[in-house]
DNA sequence: TAGTTTTTGCAACATTGTTGCATTTGTTGC
DNA sequence: GCAACAAATGCAACAATGTTGCAAAAACTA
């Protein structure tokens, strides 16, 4: 489905900077912080790419995977909603080349995890990511 | 033990703001956010803060527990070194009061977790805390 | 207590978060 | 396609935090 598409069906406004943003974190296989994405859509003010990356994560098309010292890595979601955000995956910071990528996880931890009575469970850990890893 | 028995054992200098900010953490049940530690150490330059909190949590004897939209909280370690950041706990967010808490997880969960291949594992999570449950 | 090392306080700057408001854009009905 | 309306954008403005350099002050050691 493409981005249009995306935006159609939950009835939001078909912009520019949505349809870039969803765009590209939809090509990425990994997370993308704000500074990256803030350079790449440079045509677009700063305050208003911040007011996109809430919209679309208020409606569950992305999602914050990892924040620290300031510094947010977004993605994007895949069959979430605004409410329900317990995504099945962990989030690793790679300590080698700093990128953020989703990872699955095992049906034991995700069973684990159903127990706890909590909402928007978020895993996030260090370690080489799958690209640092084979190199 | 006292934090400066603490500082003592670390080899970290006794200064007047490790004492306070490891005191203030020992004796408080749920993690500080950034804010309300400088507004209780009003007496002491930001940037102290800022640099007693990095130096803390570099010899484990603290630990950022939660990040949100740039606000930090945190907690006191137990038995962590600077290396070893693994906590058998998660970090509950109140999504009534605002206030983080360090909650207990079960042997389930602890060894799901002990099978990733990561470091410095953290889990986070939204819903109401003790006090606010129990409200 | 004197000398050495570490820490602090302050200046300085960058980045990000957040809101208000006028202008522009997207959508809908004609 | 065009007008009218609603929503989103761009810009100003401000607050908060992250980060480094450096001189003065404090902590430690002998
Ligand atoms: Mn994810
Ligand atoms: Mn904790
Ligand atoms: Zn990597
Ligand atoms: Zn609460």
């Known amino acids: 489905m493409t981005s249009e598409e995306t935006l159609e ?3 939001l406004r078909k912009t520019k900077i949505r349809i870039a943003v ?22 677009f003010d700063r305050i208003t790419l911040y007011r996109t990356l809430l919209t679309l994560t208020e409606y569950g098309l992305i999602h914050k995977a990892y924040e620290e010292n300031g510094e947010s890595f977004y993605a994007r ?7 329900l955000h ?15 990528e989703c990872v699955e996880i095992s049906d034991q ?16 850990a260090k370690g080489a990511c799958k690209a640092c890893a084979s190199a």
């Open 9 to 11: 069906q939950f009835n």
């Open 22 to 43: 969803l765009d590209s974190l939809s090509q990425s296989a990994v997370a993308q912080s704000y500074s990256t994405m803030q350079n790449a859509l440079h045509e």
């Open 77 to 83: 979601c895949f069959g979430c909603t605004g409410q």
């Open 86 to 100: 317990n995504h099945e995956h962990l989030h690793l910071k790679c300590s080698s080349c700093g990128g953020v």
């Open 109 to 124: 931890l995700k069973s684990s995890l159903a127990q706890l009575p909590f909402q928007e469970i978020n895993i996030s």
